[in-house]
């Protein structure tokens, strides 16, 4: 089949796009035929050596992806659920398996769902790791609901646009940070204070938050260290960018206020929630570019760029 393969770690640019052997399915999992492949930034990480490209140097030559849409090749038994010729997305375990940036890729079942019927295959991809990343934090920790606040950086973003989303859903009152060029984009999501962090700091703007979901952490401008100032007491702080600020839970436990981070789950129950609230038109999904799989290169290029609008996704097929 035709991959994405990573010889060695590096820069993404010497990615090669090239001939590999289809993945083996052991027991419950689903071989999938992959139709597309969303695009996320543990994805260019690990290819550069970061990320967890301990964990997968043993699978050199290592397939990046998580992020699948496609068509059921192979069920894990007769009288599965899942049956070939089935439509599906989810979230392909890259860590034991290799990814999804390739032809086919075998996926445990219970990662999957079935893919909702007004999305195409390519859009279908770029709904997985970012939606149940923003489910996770907004829905399962923060418990979003009417009377809470809710600050979420980089509301423009992959996660970012899902969590608004999703907060607004149930109930939230819902800031955002986002550039000059992402103002409109987040209030058409719902958000109700839209702040350009290029034009404002957000502490001045905003006090006596309940809940901030950082997806910046203290990469750029400190803004994780900064967001503890617009919490109020006991407010929590849910830190998505683990890597970037390991000392968070430190500093908002000496300033009386709940933390944790937030790793996404290959949920694939919780992403036949979101499939249907897609499918009813509750979520709308941002796809700003989608490359050929032989453009993987554009592709990496632009994700690090950092500033993608919602989504990119490779078409495999
Ligand atoms: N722990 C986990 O399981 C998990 C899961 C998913 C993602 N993550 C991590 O969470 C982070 C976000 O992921 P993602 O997929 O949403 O990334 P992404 O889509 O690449 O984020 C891009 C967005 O970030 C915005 N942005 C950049 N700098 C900003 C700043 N200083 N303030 C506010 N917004 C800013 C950009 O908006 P503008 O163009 O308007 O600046 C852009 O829309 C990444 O570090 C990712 O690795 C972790």
């Not at 607004?168 to 409109?184: H, I, L, P």
């Amino acid at each position: 089949m035709r991959a994405v393969l990573v010889r060695e770690f590096g820069p993404t640019d010497e990615v090669e796009v090239g001939e590999t052997e289809a993945p083996l399915k052991l027991g419950t999992e689903v071989v999938v035929d992959v139709h597309a492949a969303g695009m996320n930034p543990i994805d260019f990480k690990t290819v550069i050596g970061k990320g967890a490209a301990k964990a997968v140097e043993p699978l050199l030559p290592w397939i990046p992806g998580g992020d699948v849409a496609g068509v059921v090749a192979e069920a894990p038994y007769e009288a599965h659920d899942l049956q070939p010729g089935d439509a599906v997305f989810g979230i392909v375990n890259h860590w034991r398996t290799r990814g999804s940036y390739a032809e086919q890729a075998v996926v445990p079942s219970l990662a999957l769902a079935l893919k909702p019927e007004s999305l195409s295959f390519e859009q279908a991809a770029a709904v997985p790791c970012a939606a149940l990343t923003a489910w996770d934090a907004v829905v399962r920790v923060a418990k979003a609901r009417a009377g809470q606040r809710i600050l979420i950086h980089a509301g423009a973003g992959g996660v970012g646009h899902f969590a608004v989303q999703f907060a607004k859903y149930f109930g939230a009152q819902v800031a955002t940070t986002v550039s000059t060029r992402n103002v409109d984009f987040a209030r058409s999501l719902g958000a109700d204070e839209v702040i350009d962090y290029t034009q404002s700091r957000f502490e001045d703007a905003l006090q006596k938050v309940d809940v901030v979901i950082d997806l910046v952490g203290n990469v750029a401008d400190d803004t994780g260290t900064r967001s503890l100032d617009v919490l109020k007491h006991g407010g929590l702080y849910l830190n998505v960018p683990t890597g970037s600020w390991p000392e968070y839970a430190a500093a908002a436990r000496e300033r009386g206020l709940r933390s944790s981070s937030v790793k996404v789950e290959s949920d694939g129950s919780n992403l036949g929630i979101i499939g249907r609230l897609i499918d009813a038109g509750d979520v709308h999904v941002e796809v700003q570019h989608i490359y050929p799989l032989d453009q993987v290169h554009d592709a990496f290029a632009e994700l690090q760029g950092g500033h993608v609008r919602g989504k990119l996704v490779l078409k495999i097929r």
